[in-house]
């Protein structure tokens, strides 16, 4: 995920041209994105895939005939990424019983990352790169949410997001670095929000 203060996408202003989901008369949900838009949310998502997959990513253990761990998919990897992009969409799941943590990501580290890469490239699939019209099926939609999710949760610490995050925002200036990216955060919160209520 590219740092604060390095836009990687076009000039666009996607809050002043909302562009939400609404279900389709035909079943799923469908939605209109402009270039910049479709520009700005396939950048994002093909920034997860980067990170995901990147080359420190755990490897398999190694196949040997009658492995279990092999069978299984276990990964060697048993700790929190450092990259803090990572150790958000990746946590812990015992925060408080490291060795617990630790097996539980052997188990499911793999799985994790293919989930969000498998999630990342449905949006690349169904949302033509120079905008248009988007039609999801449910599973798509679904998927779709996903990836908003771990794009949202990159953005949040690239600009730091606490709970009283909406406060701050009205002390931010212009020129804060982080200004750039504030407005597609609220943008991609509108457009998951979006999403959820146009499959209740």
């Known amino acids: 995920m590219t740092g604060a203060g390095q836009e990687p996408w076009p000039e666009a202003d996607p809050v002043n041209d909302l562009a939400g989901f609404r279900p389709a008369l035909t079943g799923g949900v469908t939605a209109r994105f402009g270039a910049g838009q479709a520009s700005i949310v396939r950048s994002l998502v093909g920034q997860i895939i980067e990170l995901v997959t990147a080359e420190e990513a755990p490897e398999r253990s190694a196949p040997a005939p009658d492995d279990l761990a092999a069978q299984l998919g276990l990964s060697d990897n048993a700790e929190l990424p450092a990259d803090p992009i990572l150790a958000r969409l990746l946590p812990d799941a015992y925060a408080d019983d490291p060795d617990a943590a630790a097996e539980f990501r052997r188990y499911t580290e793999i799985g994790l990352r293919s989930g969000k890469v498998a999630a990342a490239q449905t949006v ?24 908003l999710n771990d794009v949202r949760l990159s953005l949040g610490v690239v ?13 931010l200036s212009a020129d804060d670095p982080r200004a750039a990216y504030i407005g597609v955060y609220q943008w991609l919160g509108y457009l998951q929000e979006s999403l959820v209520e146009a499959l209740e």
């Open 124 to 147: 690349l699939d169904t949302l033509p790169a120079d905008g248009g019209k988007v039609k999801l099926k449910t599973e798509d939609a679904q998927a779709w949410l996903r990836a």
């Open 159 to 171: 600009l730091g997001v606490t709970d009283d995050f909406d406060d701050q925002l009205e002390d």
